[in-house]
C-alpha cells in the first residue's frame, strides 16, 4: 500500500475527501474542545448516530439503513 497525496492548490484530485474533512472541521473539529481521545470519540460517535439514525429528506424521510435495504429490495426485483 502507498500514500497518494493530494498535489498542493489541488483539492479537486480527491474531492469526496477533502469535502469530508470540510464537513468534519465544520461540524465537529471547530465546534468541540477535546480533552482526550475517548472524549473525541464520543463526541464524534453522537454525530455519526445523527447523521445515521434520524430520516433523511433527500431519502424520502428514511433513515440511511431504510433506504440502502428498499434499495437492495428493488435491485433484487
Do not use: Q
Not at 4 to 26: I, Y
Amino acid at each position: 500500500m502507498t500514500l497518494d497525496f493530494s498535489l498542493p492548490g489541488k483539492p479537486t484530485n480527491n474531492a469526496f475527501v477533502e469535502s469530508f474533512n470540510g464537513r468534519l472541521r465544520n461540524e465537529c473539529l471547530n465546534a468541540h474542545w477535546f480533552l482526550s481521545m475517548t472524549d473525541a470519540r464520543a463526541k464524534i460517535e453522537v454525530r455519526r448516530d445523527y447523521n445515521e439514525s434520524r430520516p433523511h429528506t433527500s431519502l424520502g424521510w428514511m433513515t440511511p439503513v431504510e433506504y440502502a435495504a428498499a434499495a437492495a429490495i428493488k435491485a433484487a426485483e
